[in-house]
């Protein structure tokens, strides 16, 4: 399982490295949503700051939306998707590999919202850097929902845009309680239970994944 | 010995029925030519014998795996598929596209090479796939076929994008499948001209109409 899952990892991250779409067009927009959004709230420091952590988690999940659909779109061509399941992978091997490679693009795109909510929005910097292990997990967490997400939408007429209406809604309690990390981290508290409702949440999403894809697979 | 047989085989897909009561058996060895208007079911039955459709009546056995109870995913390692569509990634180069496929069969890198050469794609081995003609990649889907090494080949309108070389490449793939004790099984709308002779059958409305 586990090889399978790394060589579907290594595949999915090197066809996104090649096609740059993470690169030059998912942070794009991310860092132009974060400056309306800044402009939104308004000109006080002490305004955009305090709505920094919401700010940086609905762009997150908004952006989480265009990799999920990246990440299914990968093997959407009938004769690709084909020629894969003549292959007969492990299924959770896929699932972990397709979660681990959407991760590792997950956190590259909060690395660099995290830094644009330092720059723009007058968050502290040391709360950001405290910040981070609740972004990590709240990075994985959304990859392993997604992952599993997009596998049941499908890839069909009405994938993309039926994806927002399944995962929007379960990723409240991620959004809530990274929010709230995000808030106590800025304003020098103890965050660990938000951080265990992350981790609960990412171990939650990777079980049900695991189990689940094969037949999400089957089944689109 | 057969390498897959059917009974009265039932597919449906999205309610619409594919095929319609098949009942026939591929030798373990040897051509099986899959004939038939549009429509017919050739690719059903191909998407079937490949584990790539479920059963929705009937029964059947393929390469030893039942249809109905078994692992359909144990089917799908051991055929090897070409079909009308492109079927790689796109972002990957030739080599890492049968790379991929290889290490996820756990076959030997050191087919790749060989395979690119015997299709004639040696010197495409480090182009992205994305460049490749639609001749070029029916090639390189050859070359998947050969680093694979199937049981039992599965091969939609094979002949589709072909030039003559290509054609005759593709004749003396089979030629080398079936003497490896392969089951080759191939689908065709025109008369073919075969090094290998085989058997035929003819397929209307998802049923096996005639056979010779």
Not at chain 1, 168 to 179: H, N, S
Not at chain 2, 135 to 163: F, H, I, K, N, T
Request: hydrophobic residues 55%.
């Amino acid at each position: 399982m586990l090889i399978v899952a790394r060589l579907v990892a290594m595949k999915d991250l090197k066809v996104e490295w090649r096609s740059r779409i993470l690169l030059w067009q998912v942070l794009p927009f991310a860092v132009i949503a974060l400056v309306l959004a800044g402009l939104a709230v308004g000109p006080s420091a002490t305004d955009t700051r305090r709505a920094a952590p919401g700010i940086f988690y609905l762009l997150s999940l908004l952006v989480s939306l265009l990799v999920i659909s990246r990440s299914r779109a990968i093997e959407s061509p009938t004769g690709t998707k084909t020629s894969i399941a003549t292959l007969g992978l492990d299924p959770a091997g896929v699932f972990l590999g397709k979660a681990a490679a959407m991760f590792v693009e997950l956190l590259f795109t909060s690395l660099v919202l995290l830094s644009g909510v330092v720059l723009l929005l007058h968050a502290p910097l040391g709360g950001a850097v405290v910040a981070l292990p609740s972004v990590v997990l709240a990075a994985g967490a959304v990859a392993a929902g997604g992952t599993i997400f997009g596998a049941l939408v499908g890839d069909g007429v009405g994938g993309t845009t039926l994806l927002p209406v399944v995962a929007l809604p379960t990723f409240v309690g991620v959004l809530l309680a990274g929010e709230k990390a995000m808030a106590v981290c800025f304003a020098g508290g103890s965050f660990g239970r938000w951080l265990v409702f992350l981790a609960l949440a990412l171990v939650a999403y990777t079980a049900v994944g695991a189990l689940l894809y094969g037949g999400a697979e089957e089944s689109a | 010995m057969v390498a897959a047989s059917l009974s009265d085989a039932v597919v449906t897909v999205d309610g619409f029925p594919v095929l319609s009561g098949v009942s026939t058996s591929i030798a373990a060895e040897g051509l099986t030519i899959l004939r038939g208007p549009n429509g017919s079911g050739k690719t059903s039955l191909l998407r079937l014998l490949g584990g790539l459709h479920a059963l929705t009546r009937g029964s059947g056995e393929v390469l030893g795996v039942d249809l109905v109870n078994g692992d359909r995913r144990q089917v799908r390692r051991r055929v090897g598929w070409l079909g009308h569509e492109g079927a790689f990634y796109d972002d990957l180069t030739v080599t890492e596209n049968l790379a991929f496929a290889a290490r996820a069969l756990g076959r030997p890198s050191n087919t790749i090479a060989p395979a690119l050469e015997r299709v004639g794609l040696a010197d495409r081995a480090h182009t992205s796939t994305r460049l490749l003609s639609a001749g070029q990649r029916r090639r390189l889907a050859l070359a998947w076929l050969v680093v694979r090494r199937p049981a039992l080949w599965l091969l939609d309108e094979p002949y589709a994008s072909l030039d003559t070389e290509g054609r005759e490449l593709l004749d003396a793939l089979v030629a080398d499948a079936i003497g490896a004790k392969a089951a080759v099984v191939l689908s065709a709308h025109d008369e073919l001209r075969l090094s290998v002779s085989g058997r035929t059958l003819v397929l209307v409305g998802g049923r096996v109409a005639d056979e010779y």
